[in-house]
């Protein structure tokens, strides 16, 4: 299986969670991980991953745009190639408390299932906090993230 997780990090906390996630898969899988700022979506539409983990960051009470942005272009570069990614998922990380980005998370999601070429969406969005804005990553989100991305992995093997 073929993995890409993407982010839009500034201080290294989604690159982070990216490998912590990357952990948690098989050898046998192969997964990599970019950020939206450095990889064309042109780029992994020719690569065609099997998964799309698509990362990004609460920003100014914006729920991730760059990575949006980034996800409407791969779309786009998808439809025309006919290719298709079967799975997908995401997550943001905030400095917020959790319970105030749900809303953030819901769209966030939302923006992924829309996207015609993403055959099948997670139905739960990772978010991960962290102490102030440059990090760390909270230490029971770290487990938390390990947590999902197991029940993730169980559902793409169902
Ligand atoms: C300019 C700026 C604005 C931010 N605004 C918010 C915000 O509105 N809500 C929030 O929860 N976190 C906010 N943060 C914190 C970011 O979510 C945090 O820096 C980011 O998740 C850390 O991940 P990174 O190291 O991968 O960039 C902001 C950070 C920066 C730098």
Do not use: C
């Not at 990004?56 to 914006?62: D, E, H, P, Q, S």
């Amino acid at each position: 299986m073929k993995v890409q997780i993407m982010t839009d990090t500034k201080f290294g906390n989604g690159k982070m969670l990216a490998e912590a996630l990357k952990k948690e898969f098989s050898n046998e899988d192969d997964v990599n991980i970019a950020d939206v700022k450095d990889v064309s979506p042109k780029r992994i539409a020719e690569d065609t991953p099997n998964v799309i983990i698509l990362g990004g960051a609460v920003r100014i009470f914006r729920g991730g745009p760059k990575s949006k942005k980034w996800l409407t272009e791969l779309n786009k570069t998808l439809e025309k190639s006919g290719k298709k990614i079967q799975f997908g998922t995401g997550f943001l990380t905030h400095a917020m408390p959790t319970d105030k980005v749900q809303g953030y998370a819901k769209k966030y999601l939302n923006k992924i299932d829309e996207e015609s070429r993403i055959e099948r969406t997670y139905s739960k969005l990772l978010t991960a906090r962290v102490k102030s804005e440059k990090g760390p990553i909270f230490p029971e989100e770290m487990e938390k993230a390990r947590g999902y991305i197991k029940e993730f992995i169980n559902w793409i093997q169902k």
